[in-house]
């Protein structure tokens, strides 16, 4: 048995509910064995909430639309180019001995998570973008910020994914990593309901936003 994540499109208390499913997870890297995971997964999710309309945002989805929403693939054009989600998160991350590694922004999703540099220049210290500087707390203000803005690029993707309000992400494990797209989605989602993306693309109004409803503000973890 597994324990999993999953994201719920919250209110105006709440930007999420955060939630937690058990399931019966099989081992293996075989995009089958994920694709089983993600289907017991949400099995799982409708016997806790059967109106639940859940989307596995990630490789793995079943979806195209899923597929299309991991940051992987989903893109923002900044000027006359698209670059990964992926990409423009790692590209950014400033580091005790290096970074920005802006050259990773242009590069390929794998290739730029698994960089070298990322794990040989120190702490985690701050994210570089555009010029401004962004904190490490809230822990996932700036990897929210990233996705949602390029996700707003997309309006076709958009009015899709309003239809869903469960999300989750197999890949994810909270126990090993931070930051994850199906949160992301959620909140996305979530704002547009209250009507308050016009917020998003402004560092100051999506801190104010962030911070003023729970979207996990602990001290940051010792992973990035």
Known sequence: MAKRPYFVVGNEKSIILEKEAEFVYLPGFAPSQKRKNVLALHEAISKISPEAKILEISTKSELELGRQLSAFNLTWKIGDHHYPVE???QGCKVFQKGGP?????????????????LKESGELKEF???GESWPLIPYSLFYDYVYINALMTHPELCEQVVH??????????????INCQARSVAIFVTLNRLNQLDKVSSQSLFSTLYSKQSVNNQEPLPFS
């Open 164 to 177: 869903y309000d469960t999300f989750t992400d197999i890949e994810f494990n909270p126990n090993k990593s």
């Open 128 to 130: 570089q973008f555009r």
């Open 87 to 89: 990409c423009i998160f």
């Open 101 to 117: 590694y802006k050259d990773l922004i242009k590069g390929k999703p794998l290739q730029a998570k698994r960089d070298v540099r």
